[in-house]
């Protein structure tokens, strides 16, 4: 699938790393964020329509209180004291949601680039986001300060470097993992778990019988040896064979989505559920062929802009590249494909198996925050509801991060104080995500006008 994305730019890192230096990651799956900060202790939110991520109806005339870095109290005006003091926040007519969570990103470029890429992401709301298999040295550095709160960023989560066959997808990064046998597989797990990473990635893909997949037996030593170290595995697929060969290994969660939607069976989709299997869709990535080509417009925004690297927007914006990608011959291949895509979503969302939302990031032509609030789009386009879009990229997303009960992605008490106050209803139109007053982190207000731009 997708021959074309392959001749779309990606940017790479700046350091071709052979030698991994081992970077040790603090805190991992359970982390939070240290109990300082500045600015107010307490903050009231009052009047406010409240979306919880929890899927639950919104709640009117809400009242939201944050002390410290977490949520204190929740629940309507008329039942819920008003603490004295703090800040005072007057949300009549506004909306709050949690803050944003983003599956499936990517921070390709040096430590300079990536630290701009991830204050894009707090600026639109993206308050916690999980790097998917490229990241170096040089990147498990940065996230490790991300963690200890000395750079602007969202709560962070790794899969450190991916593995793939060593010919095979993505060909475009030389340096993930290529093993060729299932001791070299096992090994690199091994270092993993050195590295502590949250999850370990694999790409099992042939881009359309192009490249060589992963083969059964190394995918299995992968899942194993990190069953041992109870390390998630997330696998991207195209193919349904190779989904139900890795959810009978014990795969629980699937990047992008299954085309061959006709023969997947009732039966299998219960089994997938039973085990509690979860798929994150990346329709924006399937999308970016044609997207910005058809929607130059967009391209006028100047918060998506500021969040792609200066060269690559330039030869977006050149109508020499629009005209190429509109007359691609694949393009009516590629547009079919993606709406067998929407119906394999709408089977897994009629039999009640989670998705979440991952944009793929970063790859490319997704601008890095923007993709998130589109990815939410294009679910609702292909048929979910905008509360079952909302809380995929927040109470739902929480929980396929956290593998038990999160402490973040909710707006209830105890929980980590991550929102986000719009001036719009996203159940009206889910586009108004986008409409962001403000932005908290861990009970701090993100200077969204402070963030660099381009």
Same mark, same amino acid.
């Given at each position: 699938?997708?021959?074309?994305?392959?001749?779309?730019?990606?940017?790479?890192?700046?350091?071709?790393?052979?030698?991994?230096?081992?970077?040790?990651?603090?805190?991992?799956?359970?982390?939070?964020?240290?109990?300082?900060?500045?600015?107010?202790?307490?903050?009231?939110?009052?009047?406010?329509?409240?979306?919880?991520?929890?899927?639950?109806?919104?709640?009117?005339?809400?009242?939201?209180?944050?002390?410290?870095?977490?949520?204190?109290?929740? @629940?309507?005006?008329?039942?819920?004291?008003?603490?004295?003091?703090?800040?005072?926040?007057?949300?009549?007519?506004?909306?709050?949601?949690?803050?944003?969570? *983003?599956?499936?990103?990517?921070?390709?470029?040096?430590?300079?680039?990536?630290?701009?890429?991830?204050?894009?992401?707090?600026?639109?709301?993206?308050?916690?986001?999980?790097?998917?298999?490229?990241?170096?040295?040089?990147?498990?550095?940065?996230?490790?300060?991300?963690?200890?709160?000395?750079?602007?960023?969202? !709560?962070?989560?790794?899969? @450190?470097?991916?593995?793939?066959?060593?010919?095979?997808?993505?060909?475009?990064?030389?340096?993930?993992?290529?093993?060729?046998?299932?001791?070299?597989? !096992?090994? @690199?797990?091994?270092?993993?778990?050195?590295?502590?990473?949250?999850?370990?990635?694999?790409?099992?893909?042939?881009?359309?019988?192009?490249?060589?997949?992963?083969?059964?037996?190394?995918?299995?030593?992968?899942?194993?040896?990190? +069953?041992?170290?109870?390390?998630?595995?997330?696998?991207?697929?195209?193919?349904?064979?190779?989904?139900?060969?890795?959810?009978?290994?014990?795969?629980?969660?699937?990047?992008?989505?299954?085309? &061959?939607?006709?023969?997947?069976?009732?039966?299998?989709?219960?089994?997938?559920?039973?085990?509690?299997?979860?798929?994150?869709?990346?329709?924006?990535?399937?999308? !970016?062929?044609?997207?910005?080509?058809?929607?130059?417009?967009?391209?006028?925004?100047?918060?998506?802009?500021?969040?792609? *690297?200066?060269?690559?927007?330039?030869?977006?914006?050149? *109508?020499?590249? !629009?005209?190429?990608?509109?007359?691609?011959?694949?393009?009516?291949?590629?547009?079919?494909?993606?709406?067998?895509?929407?119906?394999?979503?709408?089977?897994?969302?009629?039999? @009640?198996?989670?998705?979440?939302?991952?944009?793929? +990031?970063?790859?490319?032509?997704?601008?890095?925050?923007?993709?998130?609030?589109?990815?939410?789009?294009?679910?609702?386009?292909?048929?979910?509801?905008?509360?079952?879009?909302?809380?995929?990229?927040?109470?739902?997303?929480?929980?396929?991060?956290?593998?038990? *009960?999160?402490?973040?992605?909710?707006?209830?008490?105890?929980?980590?104080? &991550?929102?986000?106050?719009?001036?719009?209803?996203?159940?009206?139109?889910?586009?108004?995500?986008?409409?962001?007053?403000?932005?908290?982190?861990?009970?701090?207000?993100?200077?969204?006008?402070?963030?660099?731009?381009?």
């Amino acid at each position: 699938m997708h021959s074309l994305l392959r001749s779309l730019p990606m940017k790479r890192p700046s350091i071709l790393l052979t030698i991994l230096v081992p970077i040790w990651l603090t805190g991992c799956a359970s982390q939070d964020w240290p109990a300082t900060q500045s600015g107010p202790q307490l903050v009231t939110i009052l009047g406010a329509r409240l979306i919880d991520g929890s899927g639950a109806a919104p709640m009117e005339d809400s009242v939201v209180v944050i002390e410290g870095t977490r949520i204190q109290a929740v @629940g309507s005006r008329a039942e819920t004291p008003v603490p004295k003091g703090g800040e005072i926040i007057d949300g009549t007519g506004k909306t709050v949601i949690p803050g944003l969570i *983003e599956l499936h990103a990517h921070y390709f470029g040096d430590r300079t680039e990536m630290e701009r890429l991830l204050r894009a992401q707090l600026r639109f709301g993206v308050t916690t986001s999980r790097s998917m298999g490229a990241d170096t040295a040089e990147h498990l550095a940065v996230i490790a300060d991300a963690r200890a709160r000395k750079i602007p960023a969202p !709560r962070l989560y790794t899969a @450190g470097l991916g593995f793939t066959h060593p010919d095979g997808h993505p060909v475009q990064l030389p340096f993930v993992r290529r093993p060729a046998s299932e001791e070299q597989a !096992r090994a @690199g797990v091994t270092e993993l778990a050195t590295q502590k990473v949250d999850f370990i990635k694999m790409w099992v893909e042939s881009k359309n019988g192009t490249l060589p997949k992963i083969t059964p037996a190394i995918r299995q030593a992968i899942v194993e040896e990190a +069953s041992k170290r109870h390390i998630p595995v997330v696998a991207h697929i195209f193919d349904l064979e190779d989904v139900q060969q890795l959810a009978g290994l014990g795969v629980k969660q699937f990047l992008h989505t299954v085309c &061959d939607t006709e023969d997947i069976s009732t039966e299998f989709l219960g089994r997938l559920k039973a085990q509690g299997v979860s798929f994150i869709p990346t329709f924006t990535v399937a999308e !970016r062929p044609w997207y910005f080509a058809e929607n130059p417009g967009d391209l006028d925004d100047p918060e998506l802009r500021s969040s792609l *690297e200066p060269a690559l927007l330039a030869d977006i914006l050149s *109508e020499e590249t !629009r005209r190429k990608l509109l007359a691609e011959p694949m393009l009516a291949q590629l547009k079919d494909e993606y709406a067998r895509g929407e119906r394999f979503v709408m089977k897994l969302a009629r039999h @009640g198996i989670r998705i979440g939302v991952g944009s793929d +990031s970063g790859a490319g032509v997704i601008p890095t925050g923007w993709g998130t609030h589109h990815e939410m789009q294009l679910l609702v386009k292909a048929g979910l509801t905008p509360v079952q879009a909302l809380r995929a990229a927040t109470g739902e997303a929480a929980a396929l991060l956290s593998g038990g *009960e999160p402490a973040f992605g909710t707006i209830e008490p105890d929980k980590a104080a &991550d929102l986000l106050i719009l001036d719009a209803d996203p159940l009206a139109d889910i586009a108004n995500t986008r409409k962001i007053r403000r932005v908290m982190q861990a009970g701090r207000w993100i200077d969204r006008e402070g963030t660099p731009a381009q």
